[in-house]
DNA sequence: GTCTATATTTAGATAGAC
DNA sequence: GTCTATCTAAATATAGAC
């Protein structure tokens, strides 16, 4: 039986192994932290990781796949939802929040603030092309999106929307990456957010920003005539 | 005689080893590359960077240390000319200028592209602190930009003005850190950009966005009154 | 300043008993 | 599945001749 965990028994050394490898990827990135490391904090033993997973490379892409699949999921089905109330045309904030909530609630719990902060850090990763986690699992739906805001934003140059995008995603790893400096400049000015709020502020902030890039001869389409 | 450098005379190997790690730092991070990495492709023994550097900690300091001090006068210099320009009564854009274009005129150089990068992934690295370079060197400056957000915009909530600084350096640094999805994702639709396009872009994209968040009960400043 | 050679530590991975 | 013990390669750093 591998469901039916008791509640005071003691996690599988396998699922030990990949939440002490997710915290410490998250924290110091993929090279910076050692099998060791992650033998030690996780009390299993260095051959037991190689046992479960192989090698520290099919280690790090188990603990991408662990979560991600669920994540993706919603993140779908969020989509759906919001061109299904409205025949294909959705208001370009449910695209977004559709887009960011999924991350922002995982972000916002004990057991997936690290994994957040794991994706942050493997989409800014100028290398990610390589170990092709990215390309594989996060560009299709990404992909989805970009042509959901495009039929948000019928009339918006495609350039426009393309650029908001990426602004979105640095903006949504950002407030997943580094929590620390933003506490050390704004203190507590930005503390006690609900994921709600902090999802609203994401959505509207780009929302707005995106009234920048209008298309000058557009006619107004019952929106924000500016 | 150190200054004075002939056209064909090859650089001194300190500068070729500061060179070379820059890239390297930039494109893999700092525990992904190995002295023996620099030593290699600077064409130096790996003791030399021993000697000029002292160790590989070091080394990475100096790397930061060689280009920061500059462009920090230049950010610095902007921000003190829109503020004597209006009398210390900034727009948000000219704020926002000063900050971000020393950083993407950086980066659309040959020569400086990489320290983009290296900037980039020293922001958004959750262990940032414990260098301490963030701290020493960008927390100040950053502190001066935001007291002048918040004379730009007296009426803003100051929750919004740090927030809208965050989402800020979440932009700039992924259009710094990882060109290659964007250009994966998007194609030509954001190649051949100016480095002022894309300065305004960002400018533009922010201002609009903080619109989101003006306090309510303020008056009109002559702005976009929604 | 630059080189060769090497010391020392730490890394990922495996062999084989239980 | 788990353990001890160990292999091999790679890392940072230094010593000392030139």
């Given at each position: 039986m591998r469901a039916g965990l008791q509640v005071t028994e003691r996690p599988a050394t396998r699922d030990r192994i990949l939440a002490t490898a997710e915290r410490l990827f998250a924290e110091r990135g993929y090279h910076a932290v050692s099998l060791r490391d992650i033998g030690g904090e996780a009390d299993a033993q260095i051959a037991l990781i190689s046992y479960h997973f192989g090698s520290k490379e099919l280690l790090y892409r188990a603990v991408f796949e662990r979560r991600l699949t669920p994540v993706t999921e919603r993140r779908r089905a969020g989509l759906a939802a919001a061109m299904a109330a409205t025949q294909g045309r959705p208001g370009i904030e449910a695209v977004l929040d559709a887009f960011a909530r999924p991350w922002i609630e995982i972000r916002d719990t004990e057991e997936g603030q690290f994994y957040a902060r794991l994706i942050a850090r493997e989409v800014n990763d100028p290398q990610e092309q390589e170990r092709g986690i990215v390309e594989s699992l996060l560009d299709p739906i990404a992909r989805d999106f970009l042509a959901a805001m495009e039929r948000a934003l019928p009339h918006h140059e495609r350039s426009e929307i393309h650029w908001a995008y990426h602004f979105f995603i640095g903006l949504l790893t950002l407030t997943m990456a580094n929590p620390r400096r933003v506490r050390r400049l704004s203190g507590d000015l930005m503390?006690?957010?609900?994921t709600d709020a902090v999802v609203s502020r994401l959505v509207a902030f780009v929302t707005n920003g995106l009234?920048?890039?209008?298309?000058?001869?557009a006619p107004s389409q019952g929106g924000r005539t500016e």
């Open positions: 503390e006690e957010q609900t009234q920048a890039g209008k298309a000058p001869e």
